[in-house]
């Protein structure tokens, strides 16, 4: 493995978000050293000043995209005094098209197609559905919901959000966001 004691020219977020990038533009098969580097600019010393070798920067996309596409979502909506108003900013923070200039959706997607063929990369994308889903039925059930409908409810809302994305790539006429926050607007309003 190359390796370099210079000064690296780019961070390892820099590495991370072109690797998501790449991702949703290739599929899993163009998170590759080599094209990433030149699609950065840079050589190949760069990436071996943050990372250890390609799994490494994988595992690092797997925790970058559990951090900013949920912990992140549900930090941002922690201090807000209800749960209505951190439900409908969790809903409108996740209709952003882009997050650190990749797009949201065609992310979303690209991570289940990886997914779809990595058992280690779905189990880690179970968890974090988990950890969305779970998130929602708290705030569902202090509105006064039980458990099992909140739950039932919270995996209504999920999957209402991630057909929203899976129709942002294919057919965004129906892609409407409006009507995803009508879908919240009659949970929150049974």
Not at 17 to 26: I, S
Not at 48 to 76: C, G, M, N, V
Not at 98 to 112: C, I, P
Not at 142 to 156: D, Y
């Amino acid at each position: 493995a190359e390796r370099t004691t210079q000064k690296p020219d780019l961070g390892r977020q820099d590495w991370i978000v072109e690797a998501l990038r790449a991702l949703v533009d290739g599929g899993i098969e163009a998170v590759r050293i080599e094209p990433l580097a030149s699609r950065l600019g840079v050589t190949k010393g760069s990436f071996y000043w943050h990372f250890k070798d390609r799994p490494a920067l994988l595992y690092a996309l797997l925790s970058f995209w559990e951090a900013t596409f949920t912990s992140q979502l549900i930090l941002d909506t922690a201090e807000l005094a209800t749960p209505q108003a951190r439900l409908r900013a969790l809903a409108r923070e996740s209709l952003v098209p882009t997050v650190h200039g990749v797009d949201n959706a065609r992310a979303e997607m690209a991570m289940q197609a990886w997914a779809a063929r990595d058992s280690k990369v779905a189990r880690r994308l179970g968890d974090i559905d988990l950890t969305r889903i779970r998130y929602l039925t708290d705030e569902l059930e202090a509105l006064g919901f039980n458990h099992a409908r909140a739950e039932t409810l919270a995996k209504a809302l999920y999957q209402a959000i991630l057909g929203l994305y899976a129709a942002r790539a294919y057919n965004p006429d129906i892609a409407d966001d409006a009507a995803f926050l009508a879908v919240l607007e009659l949970v929150l309003a049974e």
